[in-house]
């Protein structure tokens, strides 16, 4: 058996106990996590299907997207499966996978254990907003209030304030902001510098964090960037030869520097907001060794992703016509910026076991 196949199956039987002990209990509030709720917000990375419901190009509603999801359903997730918000929502025991805000199907009970308020394409710098159509980190607030009216109707206003307080939160985003308005295409950003947009950005994460803090949650995860060069997009941007493809020194070098000063910046923040844990969550390193020691996942292919030629492909480019690689447990990514499930299983642990750490 492929070490890829045995990592997998032992992560998803570790998850199948962790759901069956969390649903065993008939509770309101899930005694069987550390955490009531979790609740997230941030780009494609963590959107489970938002993106479905709104005006946007920016989709993956169809196959092969969702390709070894349950069910085989293509859910809006980017990705062959289950995102970053399910693994950890699995492994913490608080449900099996995390829905969309704007699913109008939406039960009590989904509302009562958190969602998802994430939009693909968005970022902190409106101008990526505009350029993807996607749900500005503004509107993923105004949707928390919205879902916390929604609460109140459920449990009343003193249940839900202590549900929203400490459920686990989950912010991601950045990556398109430097993509779309730094590396890829003009953009007027591009006069503030790396330096430049870096506190920019920052400035923009420090209002959202605000924001949510106001809102009333308290325990605030704040995932860093990926390594940035070693999308395989970057690469075809780079206009790399087909067989010297490989990441981009420099703009893992940006995503290094960006994290350092996110992490500064939220022990700042966490400082002038009482009873606050916000902390950030590094992404980096596990992406980062997946892409240099991929033998030891069982990765055969970093620099392409799973679907088509893996250098374009990417919404409605990766469709039902497009052909797919056999087995995407071999590939470090499923399009040209979406890891695979199986990558995701990997970065979630290392995720845990930061969440543990920090609030344990």
Known sequence: MLIHEIIFMMIITTIQILTCYANATNETINTASMFPAILVFGDSTIDTGNNNYISTIIRANFPPYGCNFPGRHATGRFSNGRLIPDFIASLMGIKDTVPPFLDPHLSDSDILTGVCFASAGSGYDNYTDLATLSLSVDKQADMLRSYVARLRRIV?????????????????????????????????????????????????????????????????????????????????????????????????????????????????????????????ADIYAAILDMATNPQSYGIKETTRGCCGTGELELSYLCNPLTRTCPDANDYLFWDDIHPTQLAYLVVSLSLVDQILHVLQ
Request: with cysteine; hydrophobic share 35%.
């Open 156 to 280: 009343g206003e003193e249940k839900a304030g202590k549900i929203v307080s400490e459920a686990l939160v989950i912010v991601s985003s950045g990556t398109n902001d430097f993509d779309i308005n730094l590396y890829d295409t003009p953009s007027p950003r591009v006069k503030l510098g790396v330096e430049g947009y870096q506190d920019f950005i920052l400035s923009g994460v420090h209002n959202f964090v605000q924001e949510l803090y106001d809102i009333g949650c308290r325990k605030i995860m704040v995932l860093g960037l990926p390594p940035i060069g070693c999308l395989p997009v970057q690469m075809t941007m780079a206009r790399q030869k087909q067989n010297e493809r490989r990441c981009i020194d420099k703009e893992n070098s940006d995503s290094q520097e960006y994290n350092k000063k996110l992490k500064k910046s939220l022990t700042d923040i966490q400082s002038n907001l009482t009873g606050s844990v916000i902390f950030y």
